[in-house]
Antibody, heavy 116, light 107 residues
């Protein structure tokens, strides 16, 4: 059974940093691209980062480019999202998802709140 | 990026009613469209992919159709457990993009 378990969310001040993790199991992690998708308080879904299977290619939308970094450790079956210079508009539930196009499987999410 | 316009944004429907949600892409997406269901407090779950292919285990009252720019999700007979938010996703062109969602509530 595919399982994705996110962690690392919390309350952070504007301008602060946070690192999210996603532990994967139930599939060959190193064979799949992975993504982070966030759901804003008004329930919009937004892709925030993707990474290919070997970590050699990444994508970020303009809204997070230069502030967020996606990475992975295939030996540990774990996906990461390093977030810095956080803004109030980054407040959202952050999900990791398997693959970079169809998002066939999602984790349960971890909540990030950016507020003073 | 391809823009996905989903409608309605919210709706009320009665148990047993036929429900249809639509998504219009800003360009032809060649049926590379998925539908997700998100129940309260849960993560999104794929119902349909490639516009009309039902994921294993999804009830047959759900169906998808469409081509080109226009797609729809139909629930043939609404059940209480179908309450939630529905999203479309195009993956014909990178980056994949979501519709704005449809909140479905029981009347």
């Amino acid at each position: 059974e595919v399982q994705l378990v996110e962690s690392g969310g919390g309350l952070v001040q504007p301008g602060g940093s946070l690192k999210l993790s996603c532990a994967a199991s139930g599939f060959t992690f190193s064979s799949y691209g992975m993504s982070w998708v966030r759901q804003t308080p008004d329930k919009r879904l937004e892709l925030v980062a993707t990474i290919n299977s070997n970590g050699g290619s990444t994508y970020y939308p303009d809204s997070v480019k230069g502030r967020f970094t996606i990475s992975r450790d295939n030996a540990k079956n774990t996906l990461y999202l390093q977030m810095s210079s956080l803004k109030s508009e980054d407040t959202a539930m952050y999900y990791c998802a398997r693959d970079i196009t169809t998002f066939a499987y999602w984790g349960q999410g971890t909540l990030v709140t950016v507020s003073a | 990026d391809i823009k996905m316009t989903q409608s309605p944004s919210s709706m009320y429907a009665s148990l047993g009613e036929r429900v249809t949600i639509t998504c219009k892409a800003s360009q032809d997406i060649n049926s590379y469209l998925s539908w997700f269901q998100q129940k309260p407090g849960k993560s999104p779950k794929t119902l349909i992919y490639r516009a009309n292919r039902l994921v294993d285990g999804v009830p047959s009252r759900f169906s998808g159709s469409g081509s080109g720019q226009d797609y729809s999700l139909t629930i043939s007979s609404l059940e209480y457990e179908d309450m939630g938010i529905y999203y479309c996703l195009q993956y014909d062109e990178f980056p994949p993009t979501f519709g704005g969602g449809t909140k479905l509530e029981i009347k």
